[in-house]
């Protein structure tokens, strides 16, 4: 990795943490909050791309697990990757990953559109495909009852992925930082 990736990586970290002081929303029923910090995972996956987008989320969590404060509500620890909320946190370099993915396939033809599906497969679909079992598992509840539970983050998920889209967009025309795909020479 060049200097200039561990520093976007780094910095995807920090904006991360930095969402994590937005007070977190409790959702009646579920012991998950909605947080800003999903607004950071598709901007990392968006704007960093896949590899980078990935280890910008796993750098997040490394700083979380050695006792950082910097999730939302000022928890950090090895105890919330055993909580209610540990397979959405599980999800975050997943969905930075496959946000940054699909924003590489389509990196040609990227649009607001394209940056809008991306975020929403890999911000919400993803999440909350990882999220919503381990809901279930370490908050007690049947699987059905956190789904249920889950359709409160929608609402907020759908802004923040629309959020991410314009923002990833606008930077790809300013300062495109994941590089355009290029043709290898094949050896004849």
Same mark, same amino acid.
């Given at each position: 990795?060049?200097?200039?990736?561990?520093? $976007?990586?780094?910095?995807? &970290?920090?904006?991360?943490? +930095? @969402?994590?002081?937005?007070? *977190?929303? !409790?959702?009646?029923?579920?012991?998950?909050?909605?947080?800003? %910090?999903?607004?950071?995972?598709?901007?990392?996956?968006?704007?960093?791309?896949?590899?980078?987008?990935?280890?910008?989320?796993?750098?997040?969590?490394?700083?979380?697990?050695?006792? /950082? !404060?910097?999730?939302?509500?000022?928890?950090?620890?090895?105890?919330?990757?055993?909580? !209610?909320?540990? #397979?959405? @946190? $599980?999800?975050? *370099? +997943?969905?930075?990953?496959?946000?940054?993915?699909?924003? %590489?396939?389509?990196? =040609?033809?990227?649009? @607001?559109?394209?940056?809008?599906?991306?975020?929403?497969?890999?911000?919400?679909?993803?999440? $909350?495909?990882? #999220?919503? !079992?381990?809901?279930? @598992?370490?908050?007690?509840?049947?699987? &059905?009852?956190?789904?249920?539970? &889950?359709?409160?983050?929608?609402?907020?998920?759908? /802004?923040?992925?629309? &959020?991410?889209?314009?923002?990833?967009?606008?930077? =790809?025309?300013?300062?495109?930082?994941?590089?355009?795909?290029?043709?290898?020479?094949?050896? #004849?």
């Amino acid at each position: 990795m060049r200097t200039r990736d561990l520093a $976007y990586v780094a910095l995807f &970290a920090a904006i991360v943490a +930095v @969402l994590g002081l937005v007070p *977190p929303v !409790p959702v009646s029923g579920l012991p998950v909050p909605i947080t800003a %910090q999903t607004l950071g995972v598709m901007l990392a996956g968006s704007v960093l791309g896949a590899r980078r987008g990935g280890l910008a989320l796993l750098v997040f969590l490394a700083v979380v697990a050695v006792g /950082v !404060p910097v999730l939302s509500g000022g928890r950090g620890g090895l105890g919330v990757f055993v909580g !209610p909320s540990a #397979g959405y @946190l $599980y999800s975050w *370099p +997943v969905a930075a990953f496959v946000i940054g993915w699909l924003t %590489q396939l389509c990196w =040609r033809r990227y649009t @607001l559109a394209w940056a809008l599906v991306a975020n929403l497969l890999g911000g919400i679909v993803v999440v $909350y495909a990882i #999220g919503i !079992p381990f809901t279930s @598992l370490f908050g007690d509840l049947p699987l &059905a009852a956190s789904a249920t539970g &889950a359709l409160a983050f929608v609402p907020g998920d759908l /802004v923040k992925a629309a &959020a991410a889209s314009v923002v990833a967009v606008a930077v =790809r025309r300013a300062y495109p930082v994941i590089e355009a795909p290029t043709r290898r020479a094949t050896a #004849g």
